[in-house]
């Protein structure tokens, strides 16, 4: 399903937004079953609506999945780049 749906993530996600994968754990390591990431051009991006009729399809059919998963949580992270760290902290 998410082979068949990946071009509709990639292609039809909301403005500055952009579908970097989903990994599932292996062998019953890790807290969740599976995760999703995605990227965001900048906090703005939060705002920018929910993708296109198709991609809310999608989204649709994949939380009906995420459902029945083990437990989620949200993540909000910025690289190191991105970070500003005051020196002595």
Known sequence: WLKKNDKVFREHSPDGQTYLGTWF????????????????NDYAALGAGF???EFQAVMS???????????Q???????EDDVR?????
């Open 61 to 71: 059919e994949w939380n009906e999945y995420a459902d029945d998963a083990r437990p």
């Open 51 to 53: 993708g296109d009729d």
């Open 25 to 40: 754990t292996v062998q019953g390591f890790g807290e969740y079953d599976v995760e999703s990431r995605w990227e965001l």
């Open 73 to 79: 949580q949200t993540v909000l992270m910025k690289s």
């Open 85 to 89: 760290i005051p020196e002595g902290s």
